[in-house]
């Protein structure tokens, strides 16, 4: 089977009338981690999505495992697990609900896994709570849970330590360890940069 | 090798140069053949035997309402081609039809009442063709109403290149349903419009506005075309050559 | 000349049908033509636009 | 590692492993059914939590069907003649009403973002949901259409036959109307252009949904426009969740 490695050649894109990405390129194989860093507005997050194929970029191929993700995106989406600024929740579930929902529609996730991932994020004693009335931190971290529970080697996170607080940041950093110590990729947006716990991070800084 | 014509088509540059060079090669033909359609309509057809000079609408009603289906086929073809390969010019040919179709549609529409009142005794039927013909209209105006509504030009591009097509799949079900539906209520007195038999000294002005007026549409088309070719351009010189020419 | 006009008594029918399609057929002259020099106005201003920030 | 939780965080991360180990390729994967199915439950599930959503449409339909009768006159006789109008727009514009809601939530709280990314056809995830807003205002107006029939002078004779035809006409309209949904998503005040773009491609619909009703109610054969109206909802089901998924993708871009 072919090495998973993403790879990213001279993507251009525009948004209207901005020239947002120019000429991104960059290659990563297992257990790597990508750190996109930028100004507001240098397009970290249109990059993310063009790496999901969400985007169409104007020029420039994303390969993953030497394949364009264009000839078979749905395989490709398999592989890929994308939390964007928001947590995909709904508010009128619970967070359990609505990690069954979530989760359960690209795999069968089990009651017992389902219940330590809630755990591992500190959600046990919330979890029941209809997401309308959590914080914007404790939504995050049901996102958190949902991410390890599609195990998929492929995450792009869209500023993961959003509305954390110092031991949620902790907890984002030993989730991407144990992502990259099973070989996995990570790519994330980050502002202040990643924890600590995530080492041999490499950057990618896009220019205002 | 056989595709390098279709990938110079799809090149805007290319495009917008061809397209310049065109138009009066449409547009003169089309003039004539429009004034001499009117000539031949206006005056050299004899009047019909049932319908006495009110036939001669006939010349405008019969190219508004060609124009109006045309058209739209035209933009449902650039459209779906546009949506498949992602041909930006394709999508500029779709963008540059609506405007055009949508108002021959009402010029058919308004040419169809007023041939309609001398003809029926009324200037609103519900016939089938009228009724289709004004459906016809609102799938104009939704499409131009969904580019408007939606600011990036590529999404646009691409939200209305799919209602294009969705539309032109609904339209032969929408006119088999209207005619299905005036079957059922038609008084069967009112007088049809079609012909079985009509004289050449009638039918060559009608070929000849015809003929016309889609060279006119060409014309318009490549006018038009250039507009948004260039709106959808990114490379900066390029775009100067454009503009300063 | 009157009788050509008249139309055989469908004047009122014939003519307002040619001087609304022949307006259509000008009207979509101007709107082409003025769409056109819109978006080359346009352009010009996204050349400016960008000539300021290199 | 000094996490909270942490006994669970090993269990956690051993069921990782476990599926890790067999393979990328070989997690256990749901199905396109199963996906779609759970779409489905989602989408009954929240329309449960938020009941008053639900029940506007109805409302407004039953509204409309009144006001017919004040408006024009309570003689039943002349009632009747107008009863299959009146229900198919009155079904027509609540279904319409209802649409606004199809993705609306979704849109914005990256649900949609996720099912495109899911990996799963979003072709069949798009025909759950569509289908569950059938479930949700489709059936209930085909439940409610033999109320409103019976208040028009409609003979109770003709109820099965009023109620089949809104049951399968409105399957087509939810699946019309979902591709004008997802085109229209992300726009401001999109209400007026929704309606626009979806009654003119509703009109065969109404057509034949009115004539299957005026049948029934008169007594006459009415498989004609019913199978019509089968054929423009078994069309719809294999069309528009194409089409509604490829104007997702357009409105993620």
Known sequence: MLDERLEVENLHLWRGERHVLRGVRFALGRAGCLEVTGPNGSGKTSLLRTLCGLIYPEEGTVLWKGENVRRDLPAFHAALAYLGHEPPLKADLSARENLRYWVGIRRRVAANALDAALERVGASGWCDRLVRTLSAGQRRRVALAGLALLVVPLWILDEPTTNLDAEGQQLVGSLIAEQLARGGLVIAAVHQGLPAAVRDVRRLELPP | MTWTWFHRLASPPYVYALAARLTPWFAWPAALLIVAGLWGGLVLAPPDYQQGDGFRIIYVHAPSAWMSLMVYTTMAVAAAVGLIWRIKVAHAVAASCAPIGASFTFAALVTGALWGEPMWGTYWEWDPRLTSELILLFLYLGYMGLRAGIEDTQRADRASALLAVVGVVNVPIIHYSVTWWNSLHQAPSVMRLDKPAIAPAMLLPLLSMLLGFTLYFVALLLVRLRGEVLARERSASWIREAVSA | MRQFLDMGGYAAFVWPAYLVTLTVVVLNIVWARRALERSRAAARRRLDARGEQP | MSTPGAPAAATLASAATADADAGAGATPVAGAIDAARLALLRDLKLAFRKRGQLVQPLAFFAL??????????????????????????????????????????????????????????????????????????????????????????????????????????????????????????????????????????????????????????????????????GALAVLGVTLAPLAAAAAVRISLE
Do not use: C, N
């Open chain 4, 64 to 229: 409309v069907t009144m006001l017919f009768p004040l408006a024009v006159s309570p003689e039943l006789s002349r009632l009747r003649e107008m009863a299959p109008g009146v229900i198919w727009v009155a079904a027509l514009l609540a279904s319409l009403l209802a649409l606004e809601f199809l993705f609306r939530d979704d849109a914005y709280d990256g649900t949609l973002e996720q099912y495109a990314l899911s990996g799963q056809s979003l072709t069949w995830l798009m025909f759950a949901k569509t289908a569950a807003h059938w479930l949700l205002t489709g059936l209930p107006l085909a439940l409610m259409a033999p109320l409103a029939a019976l208040s028009l002078g409609a003979p109770l004779a003709s109820l099965t036959g009023i109620v089949g035809s809104v049951a399968v006409g409105s399957v087509a309209l939810s699946l019309i109307g979902s591709i004008g949904a997802a085109l229209t998503l992300g726009m401001k005040r999109s209400g007026a252009l929704l309606s626009l773009l979806t009654l003119p491609l509703s009109l065969p619909v109404l057509i034949y949904g009115a004539r299957a009703t005026q049948l029934a109610i008169s007594g006459g054969p009415l498989l004609a426009p019913l199978e019509l109206l």
